[in-house]
């Protein structure tokens, strides 16, 4: 299983952005899928999860209202819209299953917010 991920950047607070995670060697569109992140020195928590077909969702309650999970099977894609970011959103952002794939973590892309 590979798992890329891309869009991160810098942003001001109040900004968005997009995230996408290409996924290949598995079958897509079987897995329920979701995007982790991890600031310096935390954790990797699940922020956003959403099912094999997209028909449900789930978020933290840190991003809930203000990040929007979706998936496009035929592409093998995962995306993240991210509005309203704030600086405790920081972070290097994962893709990964859920539960997550120990081998399939990638690079994850780096997502900065200004003040």
């Known amino acids: 299983v590979q798992l890329v991920e891309s869009g991160g950047g810098l942003v001001q607070a109040g900004g968005s952005l997009r995230l996408s995670c290409v996924a290949s060697?598995?079958?897509?569109?079987?897995?329920?899928m979701g995007w982790y992140r991890q600031a310096p020195g935390k954790q990797r928590p699940l922020v956003a999860r959403?099912?094999?077909?997209?028909?449900?969702?789930n978020y933290a309650d840190s991003v809930k209202g203000r990040f929007t999970i979706s998936r496009d099977n035929a592409k093998n894609t995962m995306y993240l819209q991210m509005n309203s970011l704030k600086p405790e959103d920081t972070a290097v952002y994962y893709c990964n299953a859920v539960p997550p794939r120990g081998d399939a973590w990638g690079q994850g892309t780096l997502v900065t917010v200004s003040s």
């Open positions: 060697g598995t079958t897509f569109s079987i897995i329920e």
């Open positions: 959403i099912s094999s077909g997209g028909g449900r969702t």
